[in-house]
Every structure is written in structure tokens, then in C-alpha cells.
């Protein structure tokens, strides 16, 4: 064998010895899987209505405080840090996912009146339309979630403000896993949906 040969496979030795070594650190330094999560819809039994007739109530816009507008959940810590983490995720968009709860919950809480998105196909000229600003949707650092929205409810035969209120609950988490936490900010918009729902039928009924 001439020295060429033998430095050729020297050479093509130190490269199999390197693509050896390469590809179980390649394994060790790809990011785990991201775990996604949903919002849940609560569904429960409508109350009685005293209506008339039913009320078109159009939902929207929903709007996201600018740091909550991402794929990552959110939690804080003391009054000025945030954390997310790259493995845990919503699983798709939340301004979305948090209209779409808006619209469900409403559509059951205010039976019979009928519920869409805003702005709907035929925006009708008479009924209501509330908006909403979600100002925190958070986990917090003492194992509770926080939820704060402006919402203001509108008159639209006549375009006047009807009420404006910024909401604010606070709730416990049973244990520390992302999956509770996701669940506990559902429980915590059913409780907006709740008040929000409360002054569109109180007002129907004065």
C-alpha cells in the first residue's frame, strides 16, 4: 500500500469516526416537543328569558394586551417579569380561541337571543355588541391565574355606550402542570362571560 492509499483511508476513518460521534449530539441538542393547549367551553343550562323577542348580540372585536399575542403561554412573576416557555403553547391562535369561547358561552348564557363574531355578515340595526380588551390572561407566580379585560357593551340601533367595565378574577390552580393552568384561565373567561352576560340580559329586562 503507497502512502496515498494510506492517507486516503486514514482520512475517510477519521470521517466515519466524526459522523459517528455527530449524530447522537445531534440528537441530544434537539428541543423537546412543545405541548399545546386548548381552551375548554363550559356549556351550561340557559336560564329562563323573559324576552319578547330575541336580541342579535354581535361579539367583537376581542383584542390582546400586546405581550399576551403570542404562541407561548404566559406567567408572571412579581409586578414587572414574565416568563413563557418555548415547549408550552396554545394550540392555535388565542385572540381566536378566546372569541370563539365568547361567542359559544353567550350563545347558551343569553338564549334565545342569537350570538355571532363581530363584524358579522349582515350587521343588523337593531340589538347589542359588546368588545373586548383581554388586558391579562396569565399564569402568576403564586400558583393562581389572573384574568383582566375592559369590555364595554353597545347599544347598536343607536350607537351609544351602554356600559363600560374593566373585570378582574383571580383564581387557584390545584396543582402546578401547564394543563391546569390552561383549564383554570378557561374557568376564569366562563366567570367574564358570566358578568358580561348578566348585563346584557338585565338590561333587556328593565
Request: charge should be neutral; hydrophobic fraction near 40%; charged fraction near 15%.
Given at each position: 500500500?503507497?502512502?496515498?492509499?494510506?492517507?486516503?483511508?486514514?482520512?475517510?476513518?477519521?470521517?466515519?469516526?466524526?459522523?459517528?460521534?455527530?449524530?447522537?449530539?445531534?440528537?441530544?441538542?434537539?428541543?423537546?416537543?412543545?405541548?399545546?393547549?386548548?381552551?375548554?367551553?363550559?356549556?351550561?343550562?340557559?336560564?329562563?328569558?323573559?324576552?319578547?323577542?330575541?336580541?342579535?348580540?354581535?361579539?367583537?372585536?376581542?383584542?390582546?394586551?400586546?405581550?399576551?399575542?403570542?404562541?407561548?403561554?404566559?406567567?408572571?412573576?412579581?409586578?414587572?417579569?414574565?416568563?413563557?416557555?418555548?415547549?408550552?403553547?396554545?394550540?392555535?391562535?388565542?385572540?381566536?380561541?378566546?372569541?370563539?369561547?365568547?361567542?359559544?358561552?353567550?350563545?347558551?348564557?343569553?338564549?334565545?337571543?342569537?350570538?355571532?363574531?363581530f363584524p358579522a355578515a349582515t350587521i343588523p340595526h337593531q340589538?347589542?355588541?359588546?368588545?373586548?380588551?383581554?388586558?391579562?390572561?396569565?399564569?402568576?407566580?403564586?400558583?393562581?391565574?389572573?384574568?383582566?379585560?375592559?369590555?364595554?357593551?353597545?347599544?347598536?340601533?343607536?350607537?351609544?355606550?351602554?356600559?363600560?367595565?374593566?373585570?378582574?378574577?383571580?383564581?387557584?390552580?390545584?396543582?402546578?402542570?401547564?394543563?391546569?393552568?390552561?383549564?383554570?384561565?378557561?374557568?376564569?373567561?366562563?366567570?367574564?362571560?358570566?358578568?358580561?352576560?348578566?348585563?346584557?340580559?338585565?338590561?333587556?329586562?328593565?
Open positions: 500500500m503507497n502512502l496515498f492509499s494510506t492517507t486516503v483511508s486514514a482520512r475517510a476513518l477519521l470521517l466515519l469516526l466524526v459522523i459517528g460521534l455527530i449524530g447522537p449530539l445531534t440528537g441530544c441538542f434537539q428541543a423537546p416537543p412543545a405541548s399545546q393547549y386548548t381552551l375548554t367551553t363550559e356549556l351550561p343550562l340557559p336560564p329562563p328569558s323573559n324576552q319578547d323577542a330575541p336580541l342579535t348580540i354581535l361579539v367583537g372585536p376581542v383584542k390582546l394586551a400586546s405581550y399576551l399575542d403570542q404562541p407561548r403561554i404566559v406567567k408572571r412573576f412579581g409586578a414587572n417579569r414574565i416568563e413563557t416557555v418555548a415547549s408550552r403553547q396554545w394550540a392555535g391562535n388565542l385572540r381566536e380561541m378566546i372569541s370563539n369561547k365568547l361567542v359559544a358561552e353567550l350563545g347558551t348564557l343569553c338564549h334565545p337571543s342569537p350570538v355571532f363574531p340589538g347589542k355588541r359588546v368588545t373586548v380588551d383581554i388586558l391579562r390572561f396569565e399564569g402568576t407566580d403564586d400558583q393562581h391565574v389572573a384574568i383582566e379585560a375592559r369590555w364595554t357593551l353597545l347599544n347598536m340601533e343607536n350607537k351609544s355606550i351602554l356600559k363600560t367595565q374593566v373585570s378582574l378574577f383571580q383564581i387557584p390552580c390545584a396543582d402546578p402542570s401547564y394543563e391546569t393552568l390552561a383549564t383554570t384561565l378557561s374557568l376564569g373567561l366562563t366567570r367574564l362571560i358570566q358578568e358580561i352576560s348578566q348585563s346584557i340580559i338585565q338590561g333587556d329586562n328593565k
